[in-house]
C-alpha cells in the first residue's frame, strides 16, 4: 500500500514514492503556490484537480495514494479542504515556513482583488445599484443551488440523510443565528453517531502522515484556547477587531464542507450586527465566484467592507488571518491521530450525519439570503436558472458563467 508523504514541523523533506529528495526553500514554494492562485478558477473541487495535476503528475512530490490519502485527511477536518492539502503540501517541502508560503501564495491574488472591490464600493458607493452588480447576486443563486444540488446527491443518499438535511434547514431558518449552525452541526454528528450505519473501518487506505506530537498537542490547545478565549474576550472588551477575529475564527473552525457552507456562517456574524448590509454581503459574494483561488478570500472583503474599526485593508487581513487560521492548527494537530481516528466506525458514522446537516444549511442560505436578496421578479429568476443551468448541466466554467450573469444583469438594468 502506499505511504502517505511525511509532513514534519522541520524544514526538512519527508514523503514516499517519487519525491524529490532536496528540500526546497518557502520562496520557491511561494512562486509555485502563487502561479496556482492566479490560474486556478473553479471552486474547492476542482482546485483539488489543480493540486493533483500539479503536484503528482508534474512535479511528483508524491504518489497519487498519498495524495488520496492527504486529500482525505483535509476533507474530514472541518475548514476548507482545498487550502489546507496546500498548507500540508508546503509543509511537506518546506516545513513549517513552507506550509505558510503555500497558503500565501495560493491566497493572496484573490484576497487583493477582493479587498480592493471592496474599496471600489465605498469610493464609488453608486456602483452598489449597477446591473452588472445585480447580475453578480444571480451568479451566487446559481452557485450556490449548485452547490446544494452537487452536496445534496453526495451526502443525503437516503430518506434518513435526507431528513437530517430538510430538519437542519427548517432549524437554521426558524433560528438565525450563528449559535443554531452550530448546534445543528452538534446535533447532526449526535444524529449520526446513534441512527447510521457505522463505515467499515477496512474500507479506507490508511494514511501514514508524521509530525511531532509536542507540535500537534500545542496546536490543538491553541485551536480549542482561542474557540473558547475569543468570544469571552470580545464581549468583555466590547473591541470590535476582537469581534470581527473572533467571528471569523468561529466561522472557520467550526464548518463543514468549506467553500459555500461558510456562507451562512458570515452572513450570521456580519449582517445581523450591522457590520455589512445583505446588498454588499451578496455583491461580494458574487464577485468572488469570479476569483482563481479560495472562495473564503471571501472574507478579505467583509473585513474591508465593514463599517467598524479597523476597516480596509486592515479588516480585510484581520478577518482573512482569522478564517483561516484554524486550518493551520486543525492540520497540525490532527496528523499524528488519523489513522486511529478514521478507523473507528462509529465516528465515521457521526461525520455522515454532520455531512447531511450541512447540506440543509446550505439550503436554508440559498433560500435566505440569497434568493430573497437577488431575485425581484420573473427575469430575475430566469436570470439565475440559465446560469444554474449552464452551470449544472452544460458543465460551463464558473468564470464564464458570473461573467454572462453580470452583462445579463447591466444589459437588463
Not at 467592507?305 to 480596509?312: A, D, L, R, T, Y
Not at 458543465?395 to 454572462?404: D, K
Amino acid at each position: 500500500m502506499e505511504r502517505a508523504g511525511r509532513i514534519e514541523s522541520s524544514t526538512e523533506t519527508a514523503g514516499s514514492g517519487p519525491a524529490q529528495p532536496a528540500a526546497h526553500s518557502w520562496l520557491r514554494v511561494f512562486l509555485i503556490f502563487l502561479k496556482l492562485g492566479l490560474t486556478s478558477f473553479g471552486g474547492p473541487i476542482a482546485h483539488l484537480g489543480y493540486l493533483r495535476g500539479e503536484f503528482v503528475e508534474r512535479r511528483k512530490w508524491l504518489e497519487g495514494g498519498a495524495y488520496a490519502d492527504l486529500v482525505s485527511l483535509c476533507q474530514f477536518l472541518p475548514g476548507p479542504a482545498s487550502s489546507q492539502v496546500g498548507i500540508a503540501l508546503g509543509a511537506l517541502r518546506a516545513g513549517l515556513p513552507g506550509a505558510f508560503a503555500a497558503w500565501l501564495g495560493f491566497t493572496l491574488p484573490s484576497a487583493v482583488i477582493m479587498i480592493a472591490f471592496a474599496y471600489g464600493l465605498r469610493l464609488l458607493p453608486e456602483v452598489s445599484a449597477a446591473g452588472w452588480l445585480h447580475g453578480l447576486k444571480l451568479a451566487a443563486v446559481a452557485v450556490v443551488a449548485q452547490a446544494v444540488w452537487s452536496m445534496g446527491r453526495q451526502f443525503c443518499g437516503d430518506r434518513l440523510r435526507a431528513s437530517f438535511a430538510m430538519l437542519a434547514a427548517v432549524a437554521v431558518l426558524l433560528w438565525t443565528s450563528a449559535w443554531a449552525q452550530m448546534a445543528v452541526i452538534a446535533l447532526g454528528a449526535l444524529a449520526g453517531w446513534r441512527l447510521l450505519p457505522a463505515a467499515r473501518a477496512d474500507s479506507v487506505a490508511h494514511a501514514d502522515f508524521r509530525i511531532s506530537r509536542k507540535v500537534s498537542a500545542l496546536a490543538w490547545i491553541l485551536f480549542f484556547a482561542l474557540l473558547g478565549v475569543l468570544p469571552v474576550a470580545a464581549s468583555a472588551t466590547g473591541n470590535y477587531g476582537l469581534a470581527l477575529f473572533d467571528g471569523f475564527y468561529r466561522s472557520g473552525a467550526l464548518v463543514f464542507g468549506g467553500g459555500h457552507v461558510v456562507l451562512p456562517l458570515l452572513r450570521a456574524v456580519v449582517v445581523p450586527e450591522g457590520w455589512v448590509s445583505d446588498g454588499d454581503f451578496l455583491a461580494g459574494y458574487g464577485m468572488a465566484q469570479a476569483l482563481p483561488g479560495p472562495l473564503f478570500s471571501f472574507a478579505a472583503y467583509l473585513g474591508a467592507v465593514s463599517h467598524g474599526s479597523p476597516q480596509g485593508w486592515l479588516g480585510g487581513l484581520l478577518a482573512l488571518t482569522a478564517i483561516f487560521l484554524p486550518a493551520f492548527l486543525l492540520v497540525l494537530g490532527a496528523l499524528p491521530h488519523w489513522n486511529q481516528w478514521r478507523a473507528r466506525p462509529l465516528l465515521r458514522a457521526a461525520l455522515d450525519g454532520v455531512n447531511a446537516v450541512v447540506v440543509g444549511i446550505l439550503l436554508a442560505a440559498l433560500y435566505n439570503p440569497i434568493f430573497l436578496s437577488a431575485v425581484r421578479g420573473p427575469i430575475d429568476l430566469a436570470l439565475a436558472l440559465g446560469a444554474f443551468a449552464l452551470l449544472q448541466f452544460w458543465r460551463v466554467s464558473p468564470l464564464w458563467v458570473v461573467a454572462l450573469a453580470a452583462l445579463g444583469g447591466a444589459l437588463l438594468a
